[in-house]
T-cell receptor, first 109, second 116 residues
Framework: GENVEQHPSTLSVQEGDSAVIKCTYS??????FPWYKQELGKGPQLIID???NVGEKKDQRIAVTLNKTAKHFSLHITETQPEDSAVYFCAVSNYQLIWGAGTKLIIKP | ETGVTQTPRHLVMGMTNKKSLKCEQH?????MYWYKQSAKKPLELMFV???????ENNSVPSRFSPECPNSSHLFLHLHTLQPEDSALYLC???????????????FGPGTRLTVL
């Protein structure tokens, strides 16, 4: 079955700097790649997603890139702000979502 | 109420107790999910319901018993739990099954369960 690995488990960046979180997957049939953000005391919330026929997608300060050949995709956050502090999860789907273990992003003032 | 709500938010129970978690979605979705979230581990899908019918049971122990009386409500009945069952239990809903933006999963805030 599908296996999703997410790195790093914790990421600490200075406010204003960029953050990059990477996920790798094993099933080449997977075709949908969402990223969810979980703030303290809340459930995860979708922030951006990408389909397998697209290499990159941007939404203001966040972007996702996909390399289907290498089976990895990444979340990029530019100009980080304190409200970006949260746990970020990648997921992979052919039909059912398979989740990564999460990355705790800490924004240092 | 909007979105997905879960009650209670916190629950402490002994190993011999019986309790129930409740989830309600106000989004008109057809699919509902129970997940278990443990620290530094991927979300573990437990059960999936689509149009009130259970479609997935990912080898969950029988001490967890789901119930879906209608498309808006989902329950997780708990009995004779173990300390390792302590975790955050998340409920989610989506328009339908399948991985796509159309079927974005909307999560409730979760129930923090502690088994003593």
């Amino acid at each position: 079955g599908e296996n999703v690995e997410q790195h790093p488990s914790t990421l600490s960046v200075q406010e204003g700097d960029s953050a990059v979180i990477k996920c790798t997957y094993s099933d080449s049939a997977s075709n949908y790649f969402p990223w969810y953000k979980q703030e303290l005391g809340k459930g995860p919330q979708l922030i951006i997603d990408i389909r397998s026929n697209v290499g990159e997608k941007k939404d203001q300060r966040i972007a996702v890139t996909l390399n289907k050949t290498a089976k990895h995709f990444s979340l990029h956050i530019t100009e980080t702000q304190p409200e970006d502090s949260a746990v970020y999860f990648c997921a992979v789907s052919n039909y059912q979502l398979i989740w990564g273990a999460g990355t705790k992003l800490i924004i240092k003032p | 109420e909007t979105g997905v709500t879960q009650t209670p938010r916190h629950l402490v129970m002994g190993m011999t107790n019986k309790k129930s978690l409740k989830c309600e979605q106000h989004l008109g979705h057809n699919a509902m999910y129970w997940y278990k979230q443990s620290a530094k581990k991927p979300l573990e899908l437990m059960f999936v319901y689509n149009f009130k019918e259970q479609t997935e049971n990912n080898s969950v122990p029988s001490r967890f018993s789901p119930e879906c009386p209608n498309s808006s409500h989902l329950f997780l009945h708990l009995h004779t739990l173990q300390p390792e069952d302590s975790a955050l239990y998340l409920c989610a809903s989506s328009q339908d099954l399948g991985g796509s933006s159309y079927n974005e999963q909307f999560f409730g805030p979760g129930t923090r369960l502690t088994v003593l």
